[in-house]
């Protein structure tokens, strides 16, 4: 069995930022202007990504979507090897559309 993985959520971020707005810039004919979103881990299971807000789904298709979470998720594991295992995917709720992956159970998330 292998030693759990721990990541440093301000070293990650710097590279999921990066890694969203390539991604939203891939998908100009959806996303004309950067949506209101917000990056980091959000429930449940911890996924890490980002949020869009009031999201305007007669734009996007889950094919789509997943499309997104999926080159989010090559991105950002590019950068951090560790979360290579993750799982990307799309959640919907409340109006808010969660796009990114569920990272390797191995990772402990620690704050620097």
Request: hydrophobic share 45%; proline share 8%.
């Amino acid at each position: 069995m292998s030693k759990p993985v721990s990541i440093s959520v301000g070293e990650i971020s710097k590279v999921a930022k990066a890694s969203v707005e390539k991604a939203l810039a891939g998908h100009r004919a959806t996303f004309p202007v950067v949506p209101n979103h917000r990056i980091g881990f959000v429930p449940p299971y911890w996924w890490y990504g980002f949020v869009i807000y009031d999201a305007q789904l007669d734009k996007l298709g889950l094919g789509d979507a997943q499309k997104l979470a999926t080159e989010v998720h090559l991105g950002i594991s590019g950068s951090f090897a560790s979360v290579k295992g993750g799982k990307p995917g799309v959640l919907l709720g409340d109006g808010n559309l969660t796009i990114g992956f569920a990272p390797p159970i191995e990772i402990n998330l620690v704050e620097p």
